[in-house]
């Protein structure tokens, strides 16, 4: 008994990736000085409450918190016992919306708790398809290589969930899910060839498909080929982010002096709070953004490397695929590098329940970053 005690405490005393918990905090607060300054306008147009946004995000943000550092004493290795349960829930969540979510501008994405606090189940089904394929990856490990029993037989698991999410219909989600899985069918082993014989033959062809055969994607998509041409309708939101961007300079136009949140960018502190955040802090304050991005990438890297077993190591390797993605995308978007998805910007874009998720994320990569160093140790 006492030999258990002890290490049971020094498995809840091993340090965390101090690091990483500086980069989080930081992302963290510059995203909520960014929500305060992005949502005023708007907020006061609503409601008359500038601080209606920001008041909201913050709450989410101290529970979210909380929530991390309590998840950060978790053992992760709880998880892998219920990697089943996680697709199942993962399937009836998508189910869900489809039933109870409430129609926004022709999608179903959400589900309404109250009039004012609605739920993404999109944003639980991520951590919960990492959790899934960390364990199912760990399981089948000797049969990866292979491409029926192992590429094939795991990458068919995605269709239900990815056809749930294609009903709503939300492409960015199902985009961002099938690379995370990917990403992590990589890593444990499934032969890369595989993947690009697959997406030559199946996956870019269904893309196209998907586009040519939905009028507003395939709008989208003529849009971002020349968005002046419709100047004022479908190429409006790409040439104001444009002009914020642009408008910034080096230096930015200062906190809190953009003109585009006037009601040109249609919900700044939503998807395009990066353009923004370009008008304000200028390249500058981008870059200092970007490289902030670009270290969590490296310590989730670092801890992925480090986990001591291979299913903790695939969480991390899913949770920091997970933010890559979704800042490459939003920011190619804002840039007009890609067409226009709805792509929030982690840690900055408005969502109470997307950041209190998030943050929970990170309680888990803290916890897989304790146990790597108390193994180190």
Same mark, same amino acid.
């Given at each position: 008994?006492?030999?258990?005690?002890?290490?049971?405490?020094?498995?809840?005393?091993?340090?965390?990736?101090?690091?990483?918990?500086?980069?989080?905090?930081?992302?963290?607060?510059?995203?909520?000085?960014?929500?305060?300054?992005?949502?005023?306008?708007?907020?006061?147009?609503?409601?008359?409450?500038?601080?209606?946004?920001?008041?909201?995000? *913050?709450?989410?943000?101290?529970?979210?918190?909380?929530?991390?550092?309590?998840?950060?004493?978790?053992?992760?290795?709880?998880?892998?016992?219920? #990697?089943?349960?996680?697709?199942?829930?993962?399937?009836?969540?998508?189910?869900?919306?489809?039933?109870?979510?409430?129609?926004?501008?022709?999608?179903?994405?959400? =589900? #309404?708790?109250?009039?004012?606090?609605?739920?993404?189940?999109?944003?639980?089904?991520?951590?919960?398809?990492?959790?899934?394929?960390?364990?199912?990856?760990?399981?089948?490990?000797?049969?990866?290589?292979?491409?029926?029993?192992?590429?094939?037989? @795991?990458?068919?698991?995605?269709?239900?969930?990815?056809?749930?999410?294609?009903?709503?219909? @939300?492409?960015?989600?199902?985009?961002?899910?099938?690379? =995370?899985?990917?990403?992590?069918?990589?890593?444990? !082993?499934?032969?890369?060839?595989?993947?690009?014989?697959?997406?030559?033959?199946? !996956?870019?062809?269904?893309?196209?498909?998907?586009? =040519?055969?939905?009028?507003?994607?395939?709008?989208?998509? %003529?849009?971002?080929?020349?968005?002046?041409?419709?100047?004022?309708?479908?190429?409006?939101?790409?040439?104001?982010?444009?002009?914020?961007?642009?408008?910034?300079? *080096?230096?930015?136009?200062?906190?809190?002096?953009?003109?585009?949140?006037?009601? #040109?960018?249609?919900?700044? @502190?939503?998807?395009?709070?990066?353009?923004?955040? !370009?008008?304000?802090?200028?390249?500058? !304050?981008?870059?200092?953004?970007?490289?902030?991005?670009?270290?969590?990438?490296?310590?989730?890297?670092?801890?992925?490397?480090?986990?001591?077993?291979?299913?903790?190591?695939?969480?991390?390797?899913?949770?920091?695929?997970? =933010?890559?993605?979704?800042?490459?995308?939003?920011?190619? %978007?804002?840039?007009?590098?890609?067409?226009?998805?709805?792509?929030?910007?982690?840690?900055?874009? #408005?969502?109470?329940?997307?950041?209190? %998720?998030?943050?929970?994320?990170?309680?888990?990569?803290?916890?897989?970053?304790?146990?790597?160093?108390?193994?180190?140790?």
């Amino acid at each position: 008994m006492p030999k258990k005690k002890k290490r049971f405490s020094s498995f809840f005393n091993t340090p965390m990736d101090f690091t990483l918990i500086v980069v989080i905090l930081l992302l963290l607060t510059i995203g909520l000085i960014m929500v305060l300054s992005a949502s005023s306008p708007s907020a006061l147009s609503e409601s008359g409450d500038s601080y209606k946004y920001f008041s909201k995000q *913050l709450l989410f943000a101290i529970l979210g918190i909380i929530a991390m550092l309590l998840i950060s004493k978790i053992d992760y290795r709880f998880y892998q016992r219920f #990697y089943k349960h996680a697709w199942i829930i993962s399937l009836i969540l998508l189910a869900l919306v489809l039933v109870m979510g409430k129609n926004i501008n022709g999608s179903k994405r959400w =589900i #309404y708790l109250t009039d004012t606090l609605s739920f993404q189940p999109s944003e639980l089904v991520k951590i919960l398809m990492i959790i899934f394929y960390a364990g199912i990856l760990t399981k089948n490990r000797g049969e990866l290589a292979k491409y029926n029993q192992g590429f094939l037989k @795991h990458l068919c698991l995605l269709a239900p969930i990815i056809g749930l999410l294609m009903l709503q219909p @939300h492409f960015s989600a199902s985009i961002v899910i099938v690379g =995370i899985c990917s990403i992590m069918m990589i890593v444990a !082993g499934c032969k890369f060839k595989h993947f690009v014989l697959t997406a030559g033959s199946v !996956g870019i062809p269904t893309v196209m498909a998907l586009i =040519i055969f939905s009028p507003y994607r395939l709008q989208r998509v %003529v849009t971002f080929l020349d968005p002046w041409k419709d100047k004022t309708g479908d190429g409006w939101q790409v040439i104001q982010s444009l002009y914020a961007i642009g408008s910034g300079g *080096l230096f930015g136009a200062g906190l809190g002096e953009s003109k585009q949140k006037y009601l #040109y960018i249609p919900e700044p @502190h939503n998807d395009f709070i990066f353009s923004i955040l !370009g008008e304000e802090l200028g390249f500058i !304050g981008c870059a200092i953004v970007l490289i902030l991005f670009a270290i969590f990438i490296w310590r989730g890297v670092l801890i992925a490397m480090r986990a001591p077993d291979m299913f903790g190591s695939l969480v991390a390797v899913g949770i920091t695929a997970l =933010i890559a993605i979704q800042v490459i995308i939003n920011v190619a %978007v804002v840039t007009s590098s890609m067409p226009v998805t709805g792509m929030p910007l982690p840690f900055f874009s #408005y969502g109470g329940t997307a950041l209190f %998720v998030i943050l929970c994320e990170m309680g888990i990569l803290l916890n897989i970053s304790r146990a790597g160093n108390k193994q180190k140790a």
